[in-house]
Structures are given as structure tokens and as C-alpha cells.
């Protein structure tokens, strides 16, 4: 199926309309009963009322490959963006991280029983699900440094490790956790060491430790959590792909992942920016409005300034994935995930500094938005491995 321009204007239309109507107005009833739960990482009950809502309105799975009959890359980005302006709103539409990612790595890697046991209710929105690659005893940055094993034995492979910063881990609706280990650790090349294998959430020897947090936010009810893996047996037919194969599915599926991020980001930016102009024309200092004032002005400009830019180069960058793939798009995807994260954390705090004290509480989103803009410059790889890996491939590029 191909869609057409007048198709994805249709389809942002529906989409802004309702978050107009369904998510906007309820940002407050999601927080209190997000606050009322006897445990945080359980189940909202407004988003379960606003996902049908979504169903009906055709607004579901948008982020879909268009080799799987969605989208492509860059006709998700502005919907991305539009999602992003409110950080629970993409389970709304069943595009939320690490799931949409996850669900990727279904499509392309997954064998019919792996995809009808998990994917069908990921795609439904039934259950979500984990991504377990990062550890705590090794600087996980380089995805070859990972400790957790991977042994067959008989019929069966055993995990033994430590995961955490798992997104998605204590909440009570994640069922399927796609876990990342070393299975050859000999071998001479150390991106065949790793492989990648499926554990529900309720097998023997998985211990949830704790839940993580970021600069004080717990992010429920998803969060972030600390895991234990203790003699975790699972079948055989859970390898995904192959043994030695898990360096390969991290490769695929981080590259898109990495873009959706910068497209929420610039949402969230947007968002900041947007209230900090309804902000200046209300309040007065010394005399005047908060918009008469030049340094005010000048950061309202560069951050409008700085805005468009990530947004241009989020959009060149999605387009280059669809006509290339994100093997050879990663230059691109490196220099987006470099420079997004970081506009975005300047930007909303400017918007926050505009809004005084109250930009730094829960009655505004900045603070909770700053804090997903900073905590990205570390997720999908931080900031210094992507400069390194892009400063490489420049001097390749130029210095022939």
C-alpha cells in the first residue's frame, strides 16, 4: 500500500484533532490516577478508555514499516513529533518505546511462532514488552562489553547476568523481555560473540530488583528497572535468529529507534517553546511584559532557530534510512542522535528559566520532558560513542 500525501495529511489531521480532544484535556486525570494506583507500575485506567478510543479513530500502530504496510520513516517523523508534545501519549496509539522497536524486531527476525505468541498481542496492545541490553558492571556503551550469558544446554538455554535501566520491566502489563548475552564469548571476533533470546517476564530466576530512576522520576508506570538473571532456563526455539546473530538484531533495530526518539524530542521542544510564548505575554516584570524583554526575546529566537534545525535534519535523516537502510544512513542517525537530545535539553530549559519557579514543578511538562531529553543522551548509546563513530567516518569520507 502506498500513501499518499493527501493520505498522511488525513491521517495528521485525525491525529491532532485528537489530541485536541482526548489527550490534551486529561493530562490531569492521567497523573492522579497515575498518583491514586496502590502500585505505580500498574495498569492506568484512563489510558486502556483513550487506546479503544484510538482503535476506532484508525490511529493505531502508526509507527508500521511501509515494507510491513505502514509508513515510512519520514512520513512517521511529524506524527512522532505530534506524539511526543505529551511523553505517555504514544502507548495511546501503540508507539511507544522499546515496544515499537521490539515489535520491529518480531517482523524482521521472528519466526511464525514467535510472532503469533508475541507479537500479535504486542501489535494489539494486549501486553508490552522489555529490550535487556545495558548492565551495570561494564560501560555498556560498547554493546560487545555485555557479561550476561547465554548457555545452551540440552534442549534448553540458561541466562546468568545482571541487567538494568530495562524501560518497561516493572510494568505489571510487560510479559516478554528480548535480552541480550554472550553466548561464544571466545570467539575471535567479538561481534559474534553475542546472541539474543526471548524470556517472559514470569520465568523462574527473573527477579524485577528495583525500580530505577532519573533525576528523581520514576517514569511510571513503565520505568526503568534493575534485573537479576539466576539460572533463567528457557527453550531453544527462544534464539532469535541464531546464535552469534545478537549484534546484528541490536544494529537493525536501534538505528530507527534512535530517530523516533529525536522525533518525540523535537515534540517536547516544540511543546516548551509554544507555552514560553503564551508565557511571556501574561506575566510582567519591572515595568513590563516578560515579552519586551531582549534577552527574552533572544532565546525565544534561538530556540525557535534551533528547533528547525534538528527538525531538518531528523526529517534528512529519516529519509536517508528509507532509501538506504540504517546501516548506511548511520552517519546521519548518529548526527541526529548527537545534536537532538541536546537541543531539546537547551531548549526546554530556557523555557523553564521563562516560566520561574514553576517551570521546574509537575504543574507544567518541562521538568518531566527535560529529564527524558537528558536520560536520551545516554539511552541507544551516549553522546561520545555516537561523535566517535561519526568523527571516523567523516575523516574516511574526506581524507581520501
Given at each position: 500500500?502506498?500513501?499518499?500525501?493527501?493520505?498522511?495529511?488525513?491521517?495528521?489531521?485525525?491525529?491532532?484533532?485528537?489530541?485536541?480532544?482526548?489527550?490534551?484535556?486529561?493530562?490531569?486525570?492521567?497523573?492522579?490516577?497515575?498518583?491514586?494506583?496502590?502500585?505505580?507500575?500498574?495498569?492506568?485506567?484512563?489510558?486502556?478508555?483513550?487506546?479503544?478510543?484510538?482503535?476506532?479513530?484508525?490511529?493505531?500502530?502508526?509507527?508500521?514499516?511501509?515494507?510491513?504496510?505502514?509508513?515510512?520513516?519520514?512520513?512517521?517523523?511529524?506524527?512522532?513529533?505530534?506524539?511526543?508534545?505529551?511523553?505517555?501519549?504514544?502507548?495511546?496509539?501503540?508507539?511507544?518505546?522499546?515496544?515499537?522497536?521490539?515489535?520491529?524486531?518480531?517482523?524482521?527476525?521472528?519466526?511464525?511462532?514467535?510472532?503469533?505468541?508475541?507479537?500479535k498481542p504486542l501489535l494489539d496492545g494486549e501486553i508490552r514488552s522489555s529490550y535487556a541490553m545495558?548492565?551495570?558492571?561494564?560501560?555498556?556503551?560498547?554493546?560487545?562489553?555485555?557479561r550476561t550469558r547465554i548457555e545452551r544446554d540440552g534442549e534448553d538455554y540458561v541466562i546468568n547476568?545482571?541487567?538494568?535501566?530495562?524501560?518497561?520491566?516493572?510494568?505489571?502489563?510487560?510479559?516478554?523481555?528480548?535480552?541480550?548475552?554472550?553466548?561464544?564469548?571466545?570467539?575471535?571476533?567479538?561481534?559474534?560473540?553475542?546472541?539474543?533470546?526471548?524470556?517472559?517476564?514470569?520465568?523462574?530466576?527473573?527477579?524485577?530488583?528495583?525500580?530505577?530512576?532519573?533525576?528523581?522520576?520514576?517514569?511510571?508506570?513503565?520505568?526503568?528497572?534493575?534485573?537479576?538473571?539466576?539460572?533463567?532456563?528457557?527453550?531453544?526455539?527462544?534464539?532469535?535468529?541464531?546464535e552469534g546473530r545478537g549484534f546484528e538484531i541490536s544494529q537493525g533495530r536501534l538505528g530507527p529507534?534512535?530517530?523516533?526518539?529525536?522525533?518525540?524530542?523535537?515534540?517536547?521542544?516544540?511543546?516548551?517553546?509554544?507555552?514560553?510564548?503564551?508565557?511571556?505575554?501574561?506575566?510582567?516584570?519591572?515595568?513590563?511584559?516578560?515579552?519586551?524583554?531582549?534577552?527574552?526575546?533572544?532565546?525565544?529566537?534561538?530556540?525557535?532557530?534551533?528547533?528547525?534545525?534538528?527538525?531538518?535534519?531528523?526529517?534528512?535523516?529519516?529519509?536517508?534510512?528509507?532509501?538506504?537502510?540504517?546501516?548506511?544512513?548511520?552517519?546521519?542517525?548518529?548526527?541526529?542522535?548527537?545534536?537532538?537530545?541536546?537541543?531539546?535539553?537547551?531548549?526546554?530549559?530556557?523555557?523553564?528559566?521563562?516560566?520561574?519557579?514553576?517551570?521546574?514543578?509537575?504543574?507544567?511538562?518541562?521538568?518531566?520532558?527535560?529529564?527524558?531529553?537528558?536520560?536520551?543522551?545516554?539511552?541507544?548509546?551516549?553522546?561520545?560513542?555516537?561523535?566517535?563513530?561519526?568523527?571516523?567516518?567523516?575523516?574516511?569520507?574526506?581524507?581520501?
Amino acid at each position: 500500500m502506498t500513501v499518499t500525501e493527501q493520505d498522511l495529511a488525513d491521517i495528521q489531521a485525525r491525529l491532532l484533532t485528537f489530541m485536541d480532544q482526548h489527550i490534551y484535556p486529561n493530562e490531569q486525570r492521567y497523573h492522579d490516577q497515575l498518583n491514586g494506583l496502590a502500585d505505580r507500575f500498574s495498569t492506568v485506567p484512563l489510558m486502556e478508555e483513550l487506546k479503544a478510543l484510538a482503535k476506532a479513530a484508525g490511529l493505531w500502530n502508526l509507527w508500521m514499516p511501509a515494507d510491513h504496510g505502514g509508513l515510512t520513516n519520514e512520513q512517521y517523523s511529524p506524527l512522532a513529533e505530534i506524539m511526543g508534545r505529551v511523553l505517555w501519549s504514544p502507548e495511546v496509539f501503540n508507539c511507544n518505546a522499546p515496544d515499537t522497536g521490539n515489535m520491529e524486531v518480531f517482523l524482521k527476525y521472528g519466526t511464525e511462532a514467535q510472532k503469533e505468541q508475541w507479537l500479535k498481542p504486542l501489535l494489539d496492545g494486549e501486553i508490552r514488552s522489555s529490550y535487556a541490553m545495558t548492565e551495570p558492571d561494564v560501560a555498556s556503551s560498547d554493546a560487545t562489553n555485555v557479561r550476561t550469558r547465554i548457555e545452551r544446554d540440552g534442549e534448553d538455554y540458561v541466562i546468568n547476568g545482571r541487567k538494568w535501566f530495562i524501560t518497561n520491566a516493572p510494568y505489571e502489563r510487560t510479559k516478554i523481555l528480548i535480552v541480550m548475552g554472550k553466548s561464544d564469548p571466545d570467539n575471535a571476533n567479538r561481534h559474534l560473540q553475542q546472541s539474543q533470546i526471548l524470556v517472559p517476564k514470569d520465568t523462574p530466576g527473573l527477579t524485577v530488583i528495583r525500580p530505577l530512576t532519573t533525576l528523581g522520576y520514576d517514569d511510571a508506570p513503565l520505568g526503568h528497572a534493575e534485573l537479576l538473571f539466576e539460572n533463567v532456563r528457557v527453550p531453544k526455539e527462544n534464539i532469535l535468529l541464531g546464535e552469534g546473530r545478537g549484534f546484528e538484531i541490536s544494529q537493525g533495530r536501534l538505528g530507527p529507534g534512535r530517530i523516533h526518539h529525536c522525533m518525540r524530542l523535537i515534540g517536547c521542544a516544540q511543546r516548551a517553546l509554544e507555552l514560553a510564548c503564551q508565557r511571556v505575554t501574561r506575566r510582567e516584570t519591572f515595568g513590563r511584559m516578560l515579552a519586551d524583554h531582549q534577552s527574552v526575546l533572544e532565546d525565544l529566537a534561538k530556540s525557535f532557530s534551533e528547533i528547525e534545525q534538528a527538525r531538518l535534519l531528523t526529517l534528512k535523516t529519516a529519509r536517508r534510512v528509507d532509501e538506504l537502510g540504517a546501516k548506511d544512513a548511520r552517519d546521519y542517525i548518529a548526527a541526529a542522535k548527537i545534536t537532538v537530545p541536546l537541543m531539546a535539553q537547551t531548549v526546554i530549559d530556557r523555557c523553564m528559566q521563562i516560566h520561574g519557579a514553576g517551570g521546574l514543578t509537575a504543574d507544567y511538562p518541562m521538568a518531566e520532558a527535560f529529564n527524558y531529553a537528558r536520560w536520551c543522551r545516554q539511552a541507544d548509546g551516549p553522546d561520545q560513542v555516537h561523535m566517535m563513530a561519526l568523527g571516523k567516518q567523516i575523516i574516511k569520507r574526506f581524507s581520501a
